[in-house]
């Protein structure tokens, strides 16, 4: 009897074991296109000097579908709800918020701003995200260089 509760124990670590690996291989995929889409993201608002172009806009989201990056709606809510100055343009599955800063070197005073861009890992178990509350985890941040 002692061989056969011992079999069953076994089991369920090995099984603990297999969903802890496939678990974090999901999230490490997920983080991983958070994180170049927030990088592409960057280097388009610095390349059309801000995110209000439409053709940045138009770029941005080619780039986001080409990838497959879907979040979801809940997350840019929440983020929203938090930063009452972030805008999440068409709910694509990123958000960015701009800061205006002024600049005081030998030609005299610049206005400049930069934009802090957050991408949100997409891992949804309703479950754990409930009882966790994941939100701060599942983000990823970047800001771009102050453009003037």
Known sequence: MRDAIGQ?????????????????????????????????IVNIIEQYEG???????????????????????????NFQNDNPDAECPN??????VPHNVTTNDGDGER???YYTVVTFVNIDIPVINNILGLGNFLRVVGETRTIY
């Open 51 to 77: 995110p209000y172009n439409d053709e940045a806009l138009e770029k941005i989201n080619s780039y986001i579908n080409q990838i497959t990056y879907n979040v979801n709606n809940q997350q840019l809510l």
């Open 91 to 96: 709910y694509n599955g990123w958000c960015y």
């Open 8 to 40: 069953v124990f076994t089991l369920q670590i090995i099984l603990a074991f297999v969903l802890l690996i496939n678990g974090y291989m999901a999230y490490s995929v997920n983080y991983t296109r958070a994180f170049r889409v927030k990088n592409q």
């Open 111 to 113: 206005q400049g701003t």
